[in-house]
C-alpha cells in the first residue's frame, strides 16, 4: 500500500533542519513517503480523528448558525457571525460559492478569507465551511496549508465541510468539458482528503493519484491535532465514507425523513463499523433549514430568496449561470419553495419538528435562516428556541 523511498534533496534536507524545531507532542513522522491515492480512500497511516462528540458515552447536543455567504457581503456576514456567538452559537458553518444561487442580489465572499476574520473577531466559535469542494477550482494541497495554518491561528476551533461540488461553481472558474458524473467527482473527493491527511501528518509527501500529485511536499505550520474532516452526503454511497474516513459527516434537512433514517445514518454506522470505528466519534451534523417568524405570511415570504434550493438535483446538474438558476427557481410557486423549510410561528411546533432529526440520530444541529434580518433570527432563537432545544439534549 505504502512504499518507502528516499527523494529528498540535500539543499531542501538542509533548510529544514535550520529552520524547523520539532514540536514537543508531536508524532514522529515518516518521510518521502510515495503514497498511492488507489490504495486508499482514508487517510495516512498516522492519521487520528480529531472530533470527539461522545464525552463519557454520552452524546452532546450542539447548537451552530449557517453562515449563507450567497445571501450576504463579506462585512456582514463576519457581523453575523459575531453575534451568532454572543447569542450562544456554539459553530458556524460558512457555504463556499464562486458563484450564488441567484444573480439578483447575490454574494459571494471567498470563504477562508472570511474563516480568519471571523477567527479574530471570535473567541470560542467552531468555524468551518459546510461545504467546500476541494477538488476542481481548488488544489486540495493548498487547501491543506490554508487549513493547517488557520488550525493554528485557531486551535480546536476549525473545520473543514467537503463535498463532491456543483457545476455552478466550477465552470465559471475554467473547468473544461462536460461536468463528470458522480463516479469521478466522488473519486476526486476521496483522493483529496486523503492528500490533505497525507500532508497533515506527514513531512515530504510525494503522492500519486489519478487526479493529483505532490513531489517532495511538506507543510511548515500544522497544528498539533489534525483539523477535522466533515464529509457531506446526500446519499448512502458517500455517507458510508463519511462513516469509515470522516470525522464528521454533514447533510442538509428537508428532503423526507426516510432519507435520514433509512439511508444516511444506516450507512454511516455501517461505514464506522467496516472499519472498526466508533460511530459516536463521529460528529454528525446537519443544516436544518427554519423560517421562523411572528407570522406565518412572513415566514413563508423569508424563503424566496432561497428559491433555487426546491430545484431538483437533476434540475441544478447542468446549470452554470446564476441568472438560469435564478430564473428556473423562480418560477416554482411559494409552497414548492418554503417545501425545505420548517416554516413556522410557533417555538413548540419547530422543537417538535427538529425533534425527528436528533432522534434519528444527529448532535451537531447548525440552524439556516433565510431571512434577510439574521440579527432577529438570533434573538429569536435564543429567547424562544434554544432553550426548548437544549432540553433535548438532557
Not at 458515552?57 to 463579506?74: H, M, N, R
Not at 473519486?187 to 500519486?208: G, K, M, P, Q, S
Not at 447533510?251 to 463499523?273: D, H, W
Not at 418554503?338 to 417555538?347: E, K
Request: net charge negative; aromatic share 8%; proline share 6%.
Amino acid at each position: 500500500m505504502y512504499e518507502n523511498v528516499s527523494k529528498s534533496s540535500p539543499q531542501i534536507e538542509a533548510r529544514r533542519g535550520a529552520t524547523r524545531e520539532p514540536r514537543p507532542s508531536a508524532e514522529p513522522r515518516e518521510t518521502a513517503e510515495v503514497c498511492q491515492a488507489s490504495a486508499t480512500e482514508t487517510n495516512s497511516p498516522h492519521y487520528r480523528p480529531a472530533s470527539h462528540p461522545a464525552q463519557n458515552g454520552t452524546v452532546t447536543l450542539k447548537l451552530g448558525y449557517k453562515a449563507s455567504a450567497e445571501q450576504f457581503d463579506p462585512r456582514e456576514l463576519v457581523e453575523i457571525a459575531v453575534a451568532a456567538e454572543a447569542h450562544g452559537m456554539e459553530s458556524v458553518a460558512v457555504s463556499d460559492h464562486f458563484q450564488p444561487w441567484r444573480h439578483e442580489g447575490g454574494h459571494s465572499p471567498f470563504s477562508l478569507s472570511w474563516m480568519a476574520a471571523v477567527g479574530e473577531r471570535t473567541s470560542t466559535i467552531q468555524i468551518g465551511t459546510s461545504v467546500m469542494t476541494p477538488t476542481f477550482r481548488y488544489n486540495p494541497a493548498v487547501l491543506a496549508q490554508a487549513f493547517a495554518t488557520m488550525g493554528c491561528l485557531y486551535p480546536g476551533r476549525i473545520m473543514l465541510g467537503v463535498g463532491t461540488g456543483e457545476a455552478l461553481n466550477e465552470i465559471a472558474t475554467g473547468f473544461a468539458g462536460e461536468w463528470p458524473e458522480f463516479k469521478e467527482r466522488f473519486a476526486r473527493l476521496r483522493e483529496a482528503v486523503a492528500l490533505i491527511r497525507h500532508l497533515w501528518t506527514e513531512d515530504r509527501v510525494n503522492f500519486e493519484g489519478d487526479y493529483y500529485s505532490t513531489v517532495d511536499a511538506s507543510i511548515y505550520d500544522r497544528p498539533d491535532v489534525p483539523v477535522p474532516v466533515y464529509i457531506a452526503a446526500g446519499g448512502p454511497v458517500v455517507a458510508r465514507y463519511a462513516g469509515r474516513a470522516g470525522d464528521g459527516f454533514i447533510c442538509t434537512s428537508g428532503k423526507g425523513m426516510e432519507l435520514y433514517t433509512e439511508q444516511l445514518i444506516p450507512a454511516v454506522k455501517e461505514g464506522a463499523e467496516k472499519v472498526g470505528r466508533d460511530y459516536d466519534d463521529i460528529d454528525r451534523m446537519i443544516e436544518i433549514k427554519i423560517s421562523y417568524e411572528s407570522s406565518r405570511e412572513l415566514a413563508l415570504e423569508n424563503t424566496r430568496f432561497w428559491a433555487p434550493l426546491a430545484l431538483s438535483k437533476e434540475q441544478k446538474h447542468d446549470i452554470t449561470d446564476p441568472m438560469e438558476m435564478e430564473k428556473a427557481a423562480d418560477a416554482l410557486p411559494i409552497e414548492k419553495i418554503a417545501s425545505r423549510f420548517i416554516v413556522s410561528t410557533d417555538p413548540d411546533e419547530v422543537v417538535s419538528q427538529v425533534k425527528q432529526y436528533t432522534d434519528a440520530g444527529f448532535n451537531h444541529l447548525v440552524f439556516h435562516a433565510p431571512g434577510h434580518d439574521q440579527r432577529r433570527f438570533l434573538t429569536l432563537f435564543e429567547k424562544d428556541l434554544a432553550p426548548r432545544l437544549r432540553a433535548l439534549d438532557s
